[in-house]
């Protein structure tokens, strides 16, 4: 009897993967998604307030919607699955060169950027602020209770455990807290460079996606030092880093980890959060999405409520009306022309209303932040039913859940009563994961979901 001839592994896999490649449509989408990454990152640089006072927020938004919506076009309908193949040297020695010229390059100009840009109340308060929560940790005193002298003014105490807990180690080491930010920068960077190298892509596109978030740094810092200097930004930006990898990696461990980090730093996640679990829900069952809420709601109460909220339980939510003193104070904070500073720093889309609404300064810091809540809301409903709704096959949840990860920083930060140009850094540094994302898809790398099949 004659038999067919046996294919290999590799071959097997490469048919896969050639058969499950994007269309033509799925392949223009990806081609707009990556010049949209593109497009905001010189938003963000040399290009901000390049389109105007008013248009350039608004393109900044745009771009960043857009590159969200191509990627996910680009997946639609598709799995996401890891190649199998063994790693091969070429691209291997390509990301660990980019990683190692990157990181240098980067810590090169991050210790100028740090020896002009001095630690001092005198020009920005974040860092000596900052600095008041892990000394009194380590002094066994009340972390959470206002400031009284220790920075001239009295102010509430607002950042989240996970915000200051890693500068209790510079605190005790006696280095500059601006390098504990760099390192947890590049700890996301390279959870972001081990999903690059499970790709298995060539080794000449392995190197330039390697190399891309150390260009868009050094390309921060060339446009807006200060940005580098007088925050620790960075770090925040590593934690989305290592939840969006540990989404698209798997394990509930990293899953958790990084929702921790990202909700205890920031709360800016939590209404995406829901969208996350009904996601999870779907594709991995109901059981999984309350074991993740559950280990997730421990977290906060074990690591803020219980040891920090426990002595003022009224403290949160005197901590949230401030923000809206505080924008005033900013909305008031004007710049050479007579306009608020950073609502015209071509970021965020405040200056609109500020510029073209009606009534006070208090009324219209309200209107927006209703605004923010009514297009998050709606933004996290639509997705939700988008996804429900759509016919099978679905979109991987992982892919989808960071696609719609990218839109809801992007309206976030648009919509922020007080733009300020360090906080979108979170957004556009996302962005690098949706470029793996689209270097994989443009490959035509999907091939059939090895995860129980999408409901």
């Known amino acids: 009897m004659n038999h067919p001839p046996a294919r290999s592994e590799a071959h097997s896999e490469a048919h896969s993967e050639a058969s499950a490649g994007p269309s033509g449509g799925q392949g223009g989408w990806a081609a707009a998604a990556a010049g949209a990454l593109v497009a905001e990152a010189w938003l963000f640089t040399w290009g901000?307030?390049?389109?105007?006072?008013?248009?350039?927020?608004?393109?900044?938004?745009?771009?960043?919607?857009?590159?969200?919506?191509?990627?996910?076009?680009?997946?639609?309908?598709?799995?996401?699955?890891?190649?199998?193949?063994?790693?091969?040297?070429?691209?291997?020695?390509?990301?660990?060169l980019a990683a190692a010229l990157g990181a240098a390059a980067c810590a090169l100009g991050l210790a100028a950027t740090f020896r002009r840009c001095v630690v001092s109340i005198a020009f920005s308060d974040i860092i000596p602020a900052l600095s008041i929560y892990p000394r009194r940790w380590l002094a066994g005193e009340v972390v959470y209770r206002p400031f009284t002298d220790e920075l001239g003014y009295a102010a509430l105490p607002t950042y989240l455990p996970a915000t200051w807990a890693p500068y209790v180690v510079p605190e005790v080491l006696r280095f500059d807290y601006r390098w504990m930010a760099f390192g947890v920068f590049l700890a996301g960077v390279a959870a972001l460079l081990r999903l690059l190298w499970r790709l298995r892509l060539p080794a000449l596109p392995s190197f330039g996606l390697a190399l891309w978030p150390f260009v868009l740094l050094l390309a921060v810092r060339a446009t807006d030092e200060q940005v580098l200097g007088h925050t620790v930004e960075s770090m925040i930006v590593g934690y989305?880093?290592?939840?969006?990898?540990?989404?698209?990696?798997?394990?509930?461990?990293?899953?958790?980890?990084?929702?921790?980090?990202?909700?205890?730093?920031?709360?800016?996640?939590?209404?995406?959060?829901?969208?996350?679990?009904?996601?999870?829900?779907?594709?991995?069952?109901?059981?999984?999405?309350l074991l993740v809420a559950g280990l997730v709601a421990l977290g906060v109460a074990g690591l803020y409520v219980l040891p920090f909220l426990s002595h003022d339980w009224g403290l949160f939510w005197r901590v949230q009306r401030s923000y809206t003193d505080v924008a005033v104070?900013?909305?008031?904070?004007?710049?050479?022309?007579?306009?608020?500073?950073?609502l015209y720093n071509g970021i965020g889309l405040g200056n609109l209303l500020?510029?073209?609404?009606?009534?006070?300064?208090?009324?219209?810091?309200?209107?927006?932040?209703?605004?923010?809540?009514?297009?998050?809301?709606?933004?996290?409903?639509?997705?939700?039913?988008?996804?429900?709704?759509?016919?099978?096959?679905?979109?991987?949840?992982?892919?989808?859940?960071?696609?719609?990860?990218?839109?809801?920083?992007?309206?976030?930060?648009?919509?922020?009563?007080?733009?300020?140009?360090?906080?979108?850094?979170?957004?556009?540094?996302?962005?690098?994961v949706l470029l793996l994302l689209l270097a994989r898809g443009s490959r035509g790398l999907?091939?059939?979901?090895?995860?129980?099949?999408v409901r």
């Open 48 to 96: 901000r307030g390049a389109l105007g006072a008013y248009g350039s927020g608004v393109a900044l938004a745009l771009v960043g919607l857009l590159a969200s919506f191509g990627t996910y076009r680009c997946w639609r309908g598709r799995p996401w699955v890891l190649p199998t193949t063994p790693a091969l040297p070429a691209p291997t020695a390509a990301v660990w």
């Open 240 to 289: 989305y880093l290592l939840l969006a990898v540990g989404l698209l990696l798997g394990g509930r461990g990293a899953l958790v980890t990084g929702l921790l980090l990202c909700l205890l730093s920031r709360f800016a996640l939590v209404l995406w959060v829901p969208l996350l679990l009904a996601l999870l829900a779907w594709q991995r069952g109901h059981r999984e999405a």
């Open 329 to 342: 104070g900013e909305w008031n904070h004007l710049n050479e022309h007579g306009l608020p500073y950073h």
């Open 354 to 432: 500020y510029a073209f609404g009606s009534g006070t300064k208090l009324a219209k810091i309200l209107l927006l932040k209703n605004i923010q809540l009514a297009t998050l809301l709606g933004m996290v409903l639509g997705a939700a039913l988008a996804y429900g709704r759509a016919p099978r096959p679905r979109t991987d949840y992982r892919v989808f859940a960071v696609v719609s990860l990218k839109a809801y920083l992007v309206l976030f930060y648009a919509l922020l009563q007080v733009p300020y140009a360090y906080l979108a850094l979170v957004s556009l540094f996302t962005s690098c």
């Open 446 to 453: 999907a091939t059939a979901a090895l995860t129980p099949p």
